[in-house]
């Protein structure tokens, strides 16, 4: 069973919320911390829904209302979230305002939507769909667990059109834990150096990125999405090569076929190294992009590349922002493999194609 | 076209006993886990009791046979004592292990540590054995860990849908095996109690001081609990090479979705009967092929006044017996999808039906009464087991016996 | 002294304020209308918020949700309730 990506919403720190200009006018940080670039929430949310909302909340409704209008879909047959860490902004309110009042007096709201399943709860509720509702989450595959759970749905025939996606914050709780793990970097730089410095570490991203996931596809189809492989902890480089190139025969296809190769590259000179090496052995002509100066780290990341994958294919167009390796200019792009890793322990490869004259109805 | 899946062992500790027998024991003798804190520390120890697991977290590592001060949390370690009696209990040998897939569901997850550390964590000049819980909060974390205690690579996940996340755990194992992804997977959650959860749920006006009253008029409303359950779940080729046996077979579920409230569900219980519905179509039976469900019955007002009336409205005459085994355990949350999936295997084991403890008066609106005494022996063929949860999530599943 | 009618001025201002209620005006809420229900589109999350809100600024502690309902049912009964039994 095919899975068509018909539509996307993505807020992230570039301006990518309404679909136009892509990746054009790239927003530069230089605290190590990336936060997003928001459309005015009451273009999405009704005002009186809007007063309780948090602001991840918000980009939440907001990203999975932009997809679904892109799509052309009203309610969708299922709704499937995922995230790293969940809603922190309001669990570190609520946390602290036990810690500091004596457990007495706490606002029940910051603990309602702190929970893991507030978005997707939320969704079904502003869209009436009463179907299949789950959410993923933890620091490794929530996304891609998602997605597969999508695509298994699909292939079961319990929906027509899914709605996916993924949420994270860049948090100062999570950033401050992370910093002392040696995740991130300790010299403070600016976004747009992050592939030059060569260091070790990486810089804290957020966003929000939903999808609808269809059986069928139509006109307005982005791309097709193929396949999705984790590979949790390699025990070292050998397995995750082999890992990818047992995916890709799956799929019949070899290194070659591969036109634009997104690298879930963070910045990291140690993390990065089996990333680096895939490129190199795997993929030596396929031109390459890179994607996590724009948006940073975060656990769900994957989404970051999904869009971007899915909008050089619908665009057949490959923003300078992101290029590293640059293709063949009269090159069509067909296929387009993602290759991310979260923090060098959770892999993941994607694998999207487009048709070389686009979709049509069924 | 799709396998069918069946369960070869299960594994649980919840406050009434730290494995399958010890639990089964205290559900045939009316023995419930209600009661003051012991450790948890928190304001409210002299006012608002629970269902605590009767293990420190020093004993529960001796007991999961991991170290002292390796930063797992008090989720994670539960999660790792009925996991590992789960896999025994199915008879897994290491390599049937280190080819299966792990689901589990947590929403608590690492908190109880965050909360107690949280600002020594914050501090990048503090330095102590605290460190260890550096990064240990979010749900995936347990996940991980009994990952790499059974050296699980495969289809690993971590399911966080508020209190149907376990059942969603086990309905995702369902589908991993049903069409050939796998050929065995371990599915449930572990949730342990903490201060955030606990003044959480207070906060929202949901916890009766005394012990909880499911189905009856004058409930008001639940206690918490913890503890953790795993299933096993494999293909019928997968067991069967190894000459070993099933108990249950997974032959129906349903998650859908309320849409009602953010925490409430619709009185009228829409969700709750379109969940068994859907459970019922996909088994292919009829109402009158169930036994027994083992009902949510959380004991708040709304909770028991929705599922009740979903109950009645679609057995209406030939309602079954059913019970709320929460009384025992307590709301387990995130675990208590698997931990009640494990009471209803027990329940065709026995050949026995667990009461709904505290239940005196009928409720106005409701016809049918739940079950009060420890029926045994009782012949089951099939039995229905729900989950719901905030968000509007509504999830059950049927097991039909081997 | 507070007299009952300035306990209701002031209370307006604080539910609007903790319910975050953009851009509506305390005299536009009419202290004898049901505060939930289908007409003003609050619902028992607000409510538990203004147990809190009763708690903090007013010193009462209200455990019980079948009492909280009666309490709250409009912000004079709110006030009424408030003025019997405030200890700040």
């Given at each position: 069973?095919?899975?068509?990506?018909?539509?996307?919403?993505?807020?992230?720190?570039?301006?990518?919320?309404?679909?136009?200009?892509?990746?054009?006018?790239?927003?530069?940080?230089?605290?190590?911390?990336?936060?997003?670039?928001?459309?005015?929430?009451?273009?999405?949310?009704?005002?009186?829904?809007?007063?309780?909302?948090?602001?991840?909340?918000?980009?939440?409704?907001?990203?999975?209302?932009?997809?679904?209008?892109?799509?052309?879909?009203?309610?969708?047959?299922?709704?499937?979230?995922?995230?790293?860490?969940?809603?922190?902004?309001?669990?570190?309110?609520?946390?602290?305002?036990?810690?500091?009042?004596?457990?007495?007096?706490?606002?029940?709201?910051?603990?309602?939507?702190?929970?893991?399943?507030?978005?997707?709860?939320?969704?079904?509720?502003?869209?009436?769909?009463?179907?299949?509702?789950?959410?993923?989450?933890?620091?490794?595959?929530?996304?891609?667990?998602?997605?597969?759970?999508?695509?298994?749905?699909?292939?079961?025939?319990?929906?027509?059109?899914?709605?996916?996606?993924?949420?994270?914050?860049?948090?100062?709780?999570?950033?401050?834990?992370?910093?002392?793990?040696?995740?991130f970097k300790k010299e403070t730089i600016s976004n747009l150096q992050l592939f030059d410095c060569q260091t070790p570490g990486t810089i804290q991203g957020e966003g929000v990125a939903f999808f609808t996931l269809s059986a069928v596809s139509a006109p307005h189809t982005w791309c097709r999405l193929k396949g999705i492989r984790t590979i949790h902890k390699p025990v070292d480089y050998r397995e995750l090569s082999e890992a990818l190139t047992t995916f890709l025969a799956r799929h019949g296809l070899t290194p070659g076929a591969?036109?634009?190769?997104?690298?879930?590259?963070?910045?990291?000179?140690?993390?990065?190294?089996?990333?680096?090496?895939?490129?190199?052995?795997?993929?030596?002509?396929?031109?390459?992009?890179?994607?996590?100066?724009?948006?940073?780290?975060?656990?769900?990341?994957?989404?970051?590349?999904?869009?971007?994958?899915?909008?050089?294919?619908?665009?057949?167009?490959?923003?300078?922002?992101?290029?590293?390796?640059?293709?063949?200019?009269?090159?069509?792009?067909?296929?387009?493999?993602?290759?991310?890793?979260?923090?060098?322990?959770?892999?993941?490869?994607?694998?999207?194609?487009?048709?070389?004259?686009?979709?049509?109805?069924? | 076209?799709?396998?069918?899946?069946?369960?070869?062992?299960?594994?649980?500790i919840t406050a009434i006993g730290n494995n399958a027998e010890e639990n089964c024991t205290s559900l045939i003798h009316r023995r419930c886990g209600f009661g003051k804190l012991d450790f948890l520390e928190t304001v409210h120890r002299d006012r608002l009791f629970a269902c605590e697991v009767k293990l420190s977290d020093d004993a529960l590592c001796r007991l999961a046979g991991v170290s002292i001060g390796a930063g797992y949390t008090r989720t994670t370690l539960l999660g790792l004592v009925a996991a590992k009696e789960a896999i025994a209990a199915a008879g897994l040998s290491d390599?049937?292990?280190?080819?299966?897939?792990?689901?589990?569901?947590?929403?608590?997850?690492?908190?109880?540590?965050?909360?107690?550390?949280?600002?020594?964590?914050?501090?990048?000049?503090?330095?102590?054995?605290?460190?260890?819980?550096?990064?240990?909060?979010?749900?995936?974390?347990?996940?991980?860990?009994?990952?790499?205690?059974?050296?699980?690579?495969?289809?690993?996940?971590?399911?966080?849908?508020?209190?149907?996340?376990?059942?969603?755990?086990?309905?995702?194992?369902?589908?991993?095996?049903?069409?050939?992804?796998?050929?065995?997977?371990?599915?449930?959650?572990?949730?342990?109690?903490?201060?955030?959860?606990?003044?959480?749920?207070?906060?929202?006006?949901?916890?009766?001081?005394?012990?909880?009253?499911?189905?009856?008029?004058?409930?008001?409303?639940?206690?918490?609990?913890?503890?953790?359950?795993?299933?096993?779940?494999?293909?019928?080729?997968?067991?069967?090479?190894?000459?070993?046996?099933?108990?249950?077979?997974?032959?129906?579920?349903?998650?859908?979705?309320?849409?009602?409230?953010?925490?409430?569900?619709?009185?009228?219980?829409?969700?709750?009967?379109?969940?068994?519905?859907?459970?019922?179509?996909?088994?292919?039976?009829?109402?009158?092929?169930?036994?027994?469900?083992?009902?949510?019955?959380?004991?708040?007002?709304?909770?028991?006044?929705?599922?009740?009336?979903?109950?009645?409205?679609?057995?209406?005459?030939?309602?079954?017996?059913?019970?709320?085994?929460?009384?025992?355990?307590?709301?387990?949350?995130?675990?208590?999808?698997?931990?009640?999936?494990?009471?209803?295997?027990?329940?065709?084991?026995?050949?026995?039906?667990?009461?709904?403890?505290?239940?005196?008066?009928?409720?106005?609106?409701?016809?049918?009464?739940?079950?009060?005494?420890?029926?045994?022996?009782?012949?089951?063929?099939?039995?229905?087991?729900?989950?719901?949860?905030?968000?509007?999530?509504?999830?059950?599943?049927?097991?039909?016996?081997? | 002294?507070?007299?009952?009618?300035?306990?209701?001025?002031?209370?307006?201002?604080?539910?609007?304020?903790?319910?975050?209620?953009?851009?509506?005006?305390?005299?536009?809420?009419?202290?004898?209308?049901?505060?939930?229900?289908?007409?003003?589109?609050?619902?028992?999350?607000?409510?538990?918020?203004?147990?809190?809100?009763?708690?903090?600024?007013?010193?009462?502690?209200?455990?019980?949700?079948?009492?909280?309902?009666?309490?709250?049912?409009?912000?004079?009964?709110?006030?009424?309730?408030?003025?019997?039994?405030?200890?700040?």
């Amino acid at each position: 069973m095919a899975c068509y990506i018909n539509g996307a919403g993505m807020i992230s720190p570039q301006r990518t919320y309404d679909n136009e200009a892509f990746l054009t006018d790239i927003a530069s940080y230089d605290r190590n911390v990336l936060t997003c670039l928001l459309p005015n929430f009451k273009d999405y949310i009704h005002p009186f829904q809007l007063r309780r909302l948090s602001r991840m909340l918000c980009m939440g409704l907001a990203a999975a209302t932009i997809c679904l209008r892109e799509a052309g879909i009203e309610t969708p047959d299922a709704v499937i979230a995922a995230t790293g860490y969940g809603f922190q902004e309001d669990m570190a309110k609520f946390l602290t305002e036990m810690l500091e009042q004596d457990e007495q007096q706490l606002t029940p709201s910051y603990f309602m939507q702190s929970t893991y399943n507030a978005l997707a709860g939320l969704i079904a509720l502003s869209v009436k769909c009463l179907g299949y509702n789950t959410t993923y989450a933890g620091k490794g595959f929530a996304f891609e667990t998602a997605l597969q759970d999508a695509m298994m749905l699909l292939r079961e025939q319990e929906a027509q059109h899914i709605l996916a996606g993924s949420f994270d914050e860049a948090s100062p709780v999570q950033f401050r834990e992370y910093a002392r793990l040696g995740y991130f970097k300790k010299e403070t730089i600016s976004n747009l150096q992050l592939f030059d410095c060569q260091t070790p570490g990486t810089i804290q991203g957020e966003g929000v990125a939903f999808f609808t996931l269809s059986a069928v596809s139509a006109p307005h189809t982005w791309c097709r999405l193929k396949g999705i492989r984790t590979i949790h902890k390699p025990v070292d480089y050998r397995e995750l090569s082999e890992a990818l190139t047992t995916f890709l025969a799956r799929h019949g296809l070899t290194p070659g076929a591969i036109d634009v190769v997104v690298n879930g590259a963070s910045g990291d000179v140690i993390r990065d190294r089996w990333n680096t090496a895939l490129l190199q052995d795997a993929f030596p002509n396929a031109a390459e992009v890179r994607f996590k100066h724009l948006c940073g780290e975060y656990a769900t990341a994957t989404s970051f590349a999904l869009w971007l994958g899915a909008m050089i294919l619908m665009r057949q167009a490959i923003p300078d922002a992101v290029q590293a390796r640059p293709v063949h200019p009269c090159r069509k792009v067909k296929t387009v493999l993602i290759c991310n890793h979260f923090l060098g322990k959770h892999y993941a490869f994607l694998l999207l194609d487009r048709e070389a004259n686009g979709f049509s109805c069924p | 076209m799709s396998r069918r899946v069946f369960i070869t062992g299960y594994g649980v500790i919840t406050a009434i006993g730290n494995n399958a027998e010890e639990n089964c024991t205290s559900l045939i003798h009316r023995r419930c886990g209600f009661g003051k804190l012991d450790f948890l520390e928190t304001v409210h120890r002299d006012r608002l009791f629970a269902c605590e697991v009767k293990l420190s977290d020093d004993a529960l590592c001796r007991l999961a046979g991991v170290s002292i001060g390796a930063g797992y949390t008090r989720t994670t370690l539960l999660g790792l004592v009925a996991a590992k009696e789960a896999i025994a209990a199915a008879g897994l040998s290491d390599a049937d292990v280190q080819h299966a897939g792990l689901i589990s569901a947590t929403t608590a997850g690492g908190i109880r540590e965050l909360e107690r550390h949280f600002y020594d964590l914050q501090d990048p000049g503090k330095k102590g054995a605290f460190v260890a819980y550096l990064d240990t909060a979010d749900p995936g974390e347990h996940t991980e860990r009994l990952a790499e205690y059974f050296h699980i690579k495969k289809c690993l996940g971590t399911v966080s849908n508020a209190c149907s996340s376990a059942a969603n755990a086990i309905i995702l194992g369902e589908r991993l095996v049903a069409h050939g992804e796998i050929d065995c997977v371990i599915c449930g959650g572990a949730e342990a109690l903490s201060k955030v959860t606990i003044n959480g749920f207070n906060a929202l006006m949901i916890l009766d001081r005394e012990h909880c009253k499911p189905f009856d008029e004058n409930r008001n409303g639940l206690n918490l609990g913890e503890g953790a359950a795993y299933i096993v779940l494999e293909s019928e080729g997968s067991f069967q090479r190894s000459g070993r046996r099933a108990i249950a077979e997974l032959a129906g579920y349903a998650n859908v979705n309320e849409a009602f409230h953010q925490t409430a569900s619709s009185p009228q219980g829409t969700g709750a009967l379109e969940a068994m519905k859907r459970t019922l179509a996909k088994a292919g039976m009829d109402t009158a092929d169930i036994d027994y469900i083992n009902a949510h019955g959380t004991a708040t007002e709304n909770n028991d006044l929705s599922e009740g009336l979903a109950i009645q409205r679609l057995f209406g005459d030939r309602t079954p017996p059913f019970s709320s085994t929460k009384p025992y355990t307590g709301h387990t949350t995130s675990a208590a999808g698997s931990v009640e999936a494990a009471f209803c295997l027990m329940a065709f084991q026995q050949g026995c039906l667990f009461p709904n403890i505290n239940f005196q008066q009928p409720m106005k609106e409701l016809d049918i009464q739940p079950l009060t005494e420890v029926t045994h022996p009782v012949r089951l063929r099939n039995i229905l087991s729900n989950s719901f949860g905030f968000g509007g999530s509504a999830a059950s599943l049927l097991f039909a016996k081997c | 002294m507070q007299t009952l009618e300035e306990l209701i001025t002031l209370l307006k201002a604080q539910i609007i304020e903790r319910l975050n209620i953009d851009g509506m005006d305390p005299e536009e809420l009419d202290e004898d209308m049901p505060l939930f229900g289908d007409i003003t589109g609050l619902d028992s999350i607000d409510a538990l918020e203004l147990v809190v809100l009763i708690h903090k600024r007013y010193g009462i502690k209200i455990t019980d949700s079948k009492k909280a309902r009666k309490i709250l049912y409009n912000v004079r009964t709110m006030a009424e309730y408030i003025s019997e039994h405030r200890t700040a």
